[in-house]
């Protein structure tokens, strides 16, 4: 009896003020891993069971940006759990104003937003838009739950209500929000792959660091070549 195969594709971030060259908070090359995403998305060829496209969706003056605490972008700032019981506190990177609800910079790329976009209407797959970052006082980088792991969002539930056995992870940042989106999937139980060149990271000189936290959770790091996903296709 061979063994239960669920993929899910799970798109991270892939929003303007990510993206050369006029975005925020732009990925060096973010635009470069675009089209074979969308190669990801014809499912004549590749056999997901869902899809998940995510988005920073941040209010004004939310917790994360330098201008709120009138600090210069990419200094650190201590946090406190919101959690008014809780002491716990974690340093922080303040970061430039970036995906403000229902701005530019929150908007995904046309070309992706017209194919996603028709996917979320039709379902020919189950496929959900899952919004992160917008209660004000938290921090997110994963798609599942806040730093503190005390909000969560729709996602777990979207997978496991779909008997998703396997997530294939691309989009922005490799080093922040695919990581920490990732690493949560693969604690939460799904068998979890990063399709490396399809993501970017902030600071590519850091990969070497940034794997080493993708290995310590047993994520698989694969190719848009590699065997791994050419299962997904061999479902069709």
Request: charged letters at 25%.
């Amino acid at each position: 009896m061979s063994k239960k195969f669920n993929p899910a594709l799970m798109i991270i971030d892939l929003q303007e003020d990510f993206l050369p060259p006029n975005g925020s908070l732009a990925v060096d090359h973010g635009r470069d891993i675009i089209p074979k995403i969308l190669e990801l998305l014809d499912l004549s060829k590749y056999g997901w069971k869902a899809v998940i496209g995510t988005k920073d969706w941040h209010p004004e003056g939310h917790i994360s940006f330098a201008s709120t605490h009138n600090q210069k972008p990419y200094t650190t700032k201590t946090f406190r759990s919101p959690d008014k019981e809780s002491e716990q506190e974690r340093l922080e990177t303040l970061w430039p104003d970036h995906c403000i609800q229902d701005s530019f910079g929150a908007a995904f790329p046309e070309e992706f937003a017209i194919v996603f976009n028709k996917m979320v209407q039709d379902q020919p797959v189950p496929t959900a838009l899952v919004k992160k970052g917008y209660l004000k006082d938290r921090e997110y980088y994963s798609c599942f739950m806040d730093v503190w792991k005390i909000h969560h969002t729709e996602c777990e539930k979207f997978l496991k209500d779909h008997d998703i056995t396997d997530v294939y992870v691309v989009g922005l940042a490799y080093d922040y929000c695919v990581l920490n989106s990732s690493i949560d999937a693969a604690d939460l139980g799904f068998n979890t792959y990063v399709v490396k060149d399809l993501s970017k990271a902030v600071a590519p000189e850091s990969n070497i660091d940034t794997e080493k936290s993708y290995q310590e959770h047993n994520i698989h790091l694969i190719t848009s070549d590699s065997p791994e996903l050419k299962k997904v296709e061999a479902q069709y």
